[in-house]
């Protein structure tokens, strides 16, 4: 359009530049329904157009804002737009589908300017102007082709004819802008800061006049008070804004203005996206570095978004908080945030104070384990091992303390294993050098995580050398050197540490420990003495002597003793060997069976420590049930010993189970012999019927005959055996078989059979050891003489019994042949006898 042009129009009247546009806006919507465009999109464009009239007619027919310059101007534009597209209609070529929503573009931001310009108009007429320019910009048009070469050449001499028609852009006042800014309701400022954004885009704008107006403090002002959808679009503005002047950049960096920037870290996804990257625009003024470390949840809010889903935010926090620690303490928060990087990069990299000042706080921190399995991972335990070595005392002491928290985690421990740092700890143990000393309690401590890993076994002698300094330290490096012990011991790869330390008389060491006021000290020396004593020969008797026994069971009968040292206690009398005849008469003297029998009816709950307990007392009363002393028996019996027994054999613990059926067989042998003949001249008061027994054939009491029976031991001895777990069928089996004893065999297997043992016995010809494989056949050889029970099992046996017969243990095959030729499946001649 021509400068004469322009004056033409300019000298026209409201009115009639009115009149002109709608007549432009029908002539479009008019060229559009014959134009040789795609007709989908020309019919779409046309009713958008369209649209245009009525909103026209009333915006010509209001006198009173009419006169406006920046509504005239608004107009203007659109009177331009629209010339641009009739331009476009009636070339002799298609119009782009690219191109008409280029122009659909430009109508609605012209309609915005209007909709600016517009504000203190009647709410009616504003909504009818924003509806039609959210129509235009919200249209999208489908072409059905792509454009070719040639229509790429139409499209250049489109975009001359629009070069020649189109001039300046509308100025907008930016007075009037910062009054919409400053006090304008919610759409008011949405377009207000719309037309700031399209003022700072035109050059229309200068940075002085941004700062005569107080542009930056009425956004951050109106940054709070804001809906949450125009809170993005505000920081958006405000980071253009920064990034166009330093002295803008200046005043954003305002302590104040800062944390309404972390308060949008909080809020939702664009807005924390707009808020950070902002923040990360800033982060190049030391001040900001500063003042962000100081605001209270910034870091926090930073290391969540580092681990949050949106992968833009997130670099952009990644990105912050390392610019944030350049500050130390910026990365002791970040660290007690749960973000270690920087901590660790201190610890490789920073002065000696740095480190001190990291290692202390680590040192410190209440952390989770999966901190410790990430500073674990980012490498922060290989430079705290070289400040331990090589530093001076406080470097050493907080990486000590530091590493001792590291170490909770058994991923650690194989790092700190690694790192080789075992001999120096133990040398450290055994320095002398008084400054030294602080170091040795956490030089301990750590020792005694370690010794949780089998690693540790590399060096053969760190036992020995453990056990050589108990005596040498601290109650609380005594503590830790014990359960460092008994963590070395209970490795199954420390055979031969165990075998040293009871060669080196590591027991007799260890007993003064017994008489400690320390809990933790006497638990510990339990726990180690009861380790040692299993599977120690004939001496341990001696070894602990009557005085130390007389210690142990006090501590067993002490009311203010843990179970886990009464365990431990109960446990190291159950090893003392059975056959030692001084050792029992020693356990009776300081009656122990009465104060075993009270432990356990006190022992309701089920813990790994209660079921230790129990497999310790099932063991200790072997000793007491040996079949070979009935006077020894009838003295645990008249305790309450058979109740007990009956009630382990449905613990949960497979070795308190089997113990217990151990000491029911022990008893049951000696049944037959105690037992009261039905014709018995001796009985002054004849029994009751209840008092017979069907399998002794005679008069049963389980105080006084150990009658299996009597005492209800068969079905849950019959249970075990029906159960997964094979480890006390030996035992279970071995007290079945009291009850086929040649008298009585007969009587026996209908009461096993009556007590569905049967299958139960087959099942362990199925699936168990050799040894116990071997008693179930002698049990179901007896058992199957009986024809009623013959007939009801023979048919599951032979299945089992051929079985065996082909796979099984060569040593079973003869009786496996002998079963089967009672069951008439082989000749008595065949080669299995």
């Known amino acids: 359009m021509s ?14 530049l009115m009149s002109e546009l709608m007549a432009y806006a029908d002539e479009v919507v008019s060229l559009s329904k014959e134009s040789v465009t795609e007709r989908e999109t020309s019919t779409q464009f046309a009713l958008l157009v369209g649209k245009f009239s009525p909103f026209l007619d009333e915006l010509g027919g209001n006198n009173k804002f009419m006169e406006r310059s920046t509504i005239r101007k608004a107009v203007e534009s659109l009177e ?21 929503e ?20 009647c709410a009616d007429f504003k909504d009818k102007i924003g509806e039609l320019q959210k129509d235009l910009i919200n249209a999208r048009f489908t072409p059905n082709s792509s454009p070719t070469s040639s229509r790429r050449s139409e499209f250049v001499s489109e975009l001359k004819v629009e070069s020649e028609i189109i001039e300046e852009r509308i100025t907008l006042d930016i007075g009037d802008v910062a009054l919409q800014l400053k006090y304008g309701n919610d759409e008011e400022f949405k377009f207000a800061v719309w037309g700031l954004n399209e003022l700072i885009g035109s050059g229309n704008v200068s940075h002085e006049m941004i700062s005569e107006e107080g542009i930056i403090p009425i956004l951050f002002n109106r940054l709070g008070s804001s809906k949450q959808d125009n809170r993005s679009t505000v920081i958006q503005l405000i980071r253009r804004l920064a990034s166009e002047s330093a002295d803008n950049k200046e005043k954003v960096a305002d302590a104040e203005y800062l944390s309404m920037l972390v308060k949008s870290l909080t809020r ?134 530091a590493l001792q928290n590291l170490s909770v985690l058994t991923e650690n421990i194989q790092r700190l294993v690694h790192s080789g740092i075992v001999v120096p700890l133990l040398q450290l143990l055994f320095s002398v ?19 949780q890993s089998e690693s540790i076994l590399v060096n053969q002698d760190v036992a020995q050398q453990m056990l050589s300094l108990l005596n040498l330290s601290s109650p609380v490096i005594q503590c830790h050197l014990l359960q460092a012990l008994n963590s070395i011991y209970a490795h199954s790869s420390a055979a031969k540490v165990r075998r040293k330390m009871k060669e080196s008389g590591a027991i007799q060491l260890l007993l003064p420990f017994l008489m ?45 003793t843990s179970k886990n040292e009464q365990a431990a206690a109960v446990g190291i009398l159950s090893n003392l060997p059975i056959s030692d005849k001084k050792a029992t008469d020693i356990l009776k003297k300081e009656k122990l069976l009465p104060i075993l029998v009270s432990i356990m009816s006190s022992n309701a709950t089920s813990t790994p420590t209660t079921c230790w307990l129990m497999e310790s007392v099932a063991g200790v009363l072997i000793r007491f049930t040996n079949p070979s002393d009935k006077k020894l028996q009838h003295l645990a019996v008249e305790h309450g010993v058979i109740p007990l027994l009956v009630k382990l054999l449905s613990s949960e613990s497979p070795i308190a189970k089997c113990r217990a059926a151990t000491s029911l067989a022990q008893l049951s042998q000696n049944t037959l012999s105690l037992r009261k003949s039905r014709k018995s001249r001796w009985l002054c008061v004849p029994p009751s019927a209840d008092a017979f027994c069907e399998v002794h054939d005679g008069y049963c009491f389980v105080n ?30 071995s007290a079945l078989a009291t009850l086929l004893q040649d008298e009585i065999w007969e009587n026996g297997s209908n009461c096993i059979a009556k007590m569905s043992g049967i299958q139960a016995i087959i099942k362990v010809l199925e699936s168990g050891n050799v040894k116990a494989q071997e008693k179930a056949l002698w049990i179901l050889e007896r058992i199957l003489r009986v024809d009623e029970c013959r007939e009801q099992h023979e048919e599951s046996a032979q299945v089992v019994l051929i079985d065996l017969a082909q796979n099984g243990d060569p040593r079973l095959k003869p009786t496996v042949a002998k079963l089967l030729a009672q069951l008439e499946l082989l000749q008595t001649q065949s080669s299995y006898f």
């Open 3 to 16: 400068h004469k042009e322009m004056n033409n129009i300019d000298s026209r009247s409201f009115s009639e």
């Open 80 to 100: 331009r737009e629209l010339k641009l597209s009739q331009a476009l209609i009636q070339s002799p070529n298609p119009t782009s589908v690219k191109r008409v």
């Open 102 to 121: 280029e122009i659909i573009d430009n109508l609605g931001r012209s309609l915005g300017l209007l909709l600016f310009a517009s504000l203190e108009l």
């Open 268 to 401: 939702d996804v664009e807005e924390r996206r707009e808020a950070v990257g902002l923040l990360l625009d800033l982060s190049d003024l030391t001040a900001v570095k500063r003042r962000l470390g100081r605001i209270q949840g910034c870091i926090v809010m930073l290391v969540a978004m580092l681990n949050g889903d949106d992968p833009v935010a997130a670099h952009n926090a990644g990105k912050l908080l390392n610019a944030l620690s350049s500050n130390t303490q910026n990365a002791l928060h970040m660290a007690e945030a749960g973000y270690f990087k920087p901590l660790v990069q201190y610890l490789k990299e920073g002065s000696d104070m740095s480190k001190i000042l990291m290692a202390t706080a680590l040192s410190r921190m209440e952390i989770t384990d999966q901190c410790r399995a990430s500073l674990g991972e980012d490498g922060a335990i290989e430079p705290l091992v070289k400040m331990f070595n090589s530093g001076k005392l406080e470097s050493k002491l907080s990486a000590l303390n």
């Open 433 to 451: 050098t008084s400054v030294l000393m602080t170091l040795r309690e956490p030089a301990s401590a750590i020792l005694a995580r370690i010794a």
């Open 516 to 560: 400690e006021s320390n809990t933790k000290i006497r638990s510990g020396a339990l726990n180690l003495i009861y380790t040692l004593s299993k599977g120690l020969p004939e001496e341990l008797t001696e070894q602990l002597g009557e005085a130390h026994i007389h210690i142990i069971v006090n501590i067993i009968s002490s009311s203010s």
């Open 704 to 733: 006084s005959t150990f009658c299996l029976v009597k005492a209800g031991a068969i079905s849950p001895l019959v249970q075990i055996l029906e159960g997964n777990d094979r480890q006390a069928d030996e035992a279970v089996l």
